[in-house]
């Protein structure tokens, strides 16, 4: 028999995007640097920067979907010591 062959090929399963976050840290007045290396130890952390003003830190944090950002700031940066308080803005 004659084999047949197509020019196209299987059509790409889409990936889900990932969701992103930046979240906006208050730390205790000593505890900025060791806060900032904290959060470098977070695999979903991608970047960390410290601020001056209203917040110590600001973190973009990446993630499946928005309910495990939403796991990732309540468990891991929110229970991290030296922080008083987070507020996260979604990326959508």
């Known amino acids: 028999g004659t084999e047949i062959s197509s ?24 505890g900025t640097h060791l806060t900032l290396e904290d959060l470098r ?3 979903e952390v991608k970047e960390v920067y410290l601020a001056h003003g209203a917040y ?4 973009k944090v990446s993630g499946e979907s928005f309910d495990q950002l939403r796991e990732i700031v309540y468990t891991r940066i929110r229970n991290l010591s030296n ?3 987070t507020l996260t803005l979604t990326m959508i």
């Open 56 to 59: 110590d830190l600001v973190a």
């Open 83 to 85: 922080i008083k308080s």
């Open 7 to 30: 020019k196209f090929s299987k059509a790409k399963t889409l990936e889900k995007p990932k969701r992103s976050a930046f979240v906006f840290i208050t730390t205790e007045a000593d």
């Open 41 to 43: 130890k977070i695999d």
